[in-house]
């Protein structure tokens, strides 16, 4: 679909990128020819895809780094900058979740959460700004649509997602900007992309676009309450025949 070498030149930035998504987005990337430098705080999930990325014949940089921290931040974003000699691409991917009822998410979980998938997400932002103010850029932050509908065991990413919407789509450099600054983040050619993912439509689909992927799942939601309310009914119906029968007097 796109040109072999349509990356060459670029270099990325990526946190979470040993893992999940983000894994499949560094190497897409390498295999388009972008060099690609990859963040978590733990190396054994970054070594392996650093070789697969190496294998593709471009640089990758494998770089152990919490997102909460912003100095160490700052560190990182500047070391895969110098060694690439530029940055052209930044994706927000680092995320972390506790999947359980309200009222088992303590306020250090739920606090721990919005420091790295939020703040993070504005720590790596910012470190970044600089260097794609040289010659424009783009930041693609990963979200999701759990905040569109109610989702179980899910009550701290629906307030993160909401929150994170209102603030990123707004046009925002990733946690909010003053007008000033964010016109001049415009100014510099720096794209902001907020991509949102569900699970079930990124395994049938692989690539979807937003519109359609909202479109997806709230028809998938409607679907499957018609379908469950059918099977209620139905198994009424099934009921109460039976219990005529039953009532029936034997002949």
């Given amino acids: 679909m796109f040109r072999p070498d349509l990356l060459k030149g670029r270099a990325a930035f990526i946190t979470g990128g040993g893992t999940g998504i983000c894994r499949g987005i560094a190497l897409a990337f390498a295999a388009h020819g972008c060099d690609v430098a990859i963040v978590s705080r733990k190396a054994e999930h970054l070594e392996p ?24 931040v700052q560190a990182i ?7 690439f000699g530029r940055l052209d691409i ?3 991917g680092a995320a972390g979740n506790f999947i359980c009822a309200a009222e088992q998410l303590s306020p250090n979980g739920f606090g721990t959460v ?11 932002s910012r470190a970044a700004l600089p260097h794609l103010k040289t010659h424009g850029g783009s930041i ?37 900007l003053p007008p000033k600054q964010r016109k001049q983040v415009l100014g510099y050619g720096i794209v902001i992309a907020l991509v949102c993912l569900i699970g079930f439509a990124l395994i049938a689909t692989q690539l979807l676009h937003i519109v ?22 139905r198994a009424k119906r099934l009921r109460e025949a039976a219990q005529a029968g039953a009532d029936e007097p034997a002949s």
């Fill in 49 to 72: 895809t650093a070789a697969e990325i190496r294998a593709l014949g471009v640089r990758a940089l494998a770089l152990t780094g919490d997102v909460r921290d912003g100095a160490a």
């Fill in 77 to 83: 974003v500047n070391d895969a900058a110098s060694s």
């Fill in 90 to 92: 930044v994706v927000n």
């Fill in 114 to 124: 919005v420091d790295i998938d939020l703040k993070g997400t504005f720590n790596v």
């Fill in 140 to 176: 693609v932050n990963i979200s999701a649509t759990l905040q569109y509908l109610a989702t179980l065991g899910q009550v701290i990413m629906i307030d993160l997602m909401l929150a994170g919407d209102n603030v990123m789509v707004l046009g925002a450099l990733a946690a909010g």
């Fill in 212 to 233: 359609g992927l909202l479109f997806g799942y709230y028809i998938s939601y409607a679907v499957g309450l018609m379908r469950w309310r059918f099977s209620v009914l």
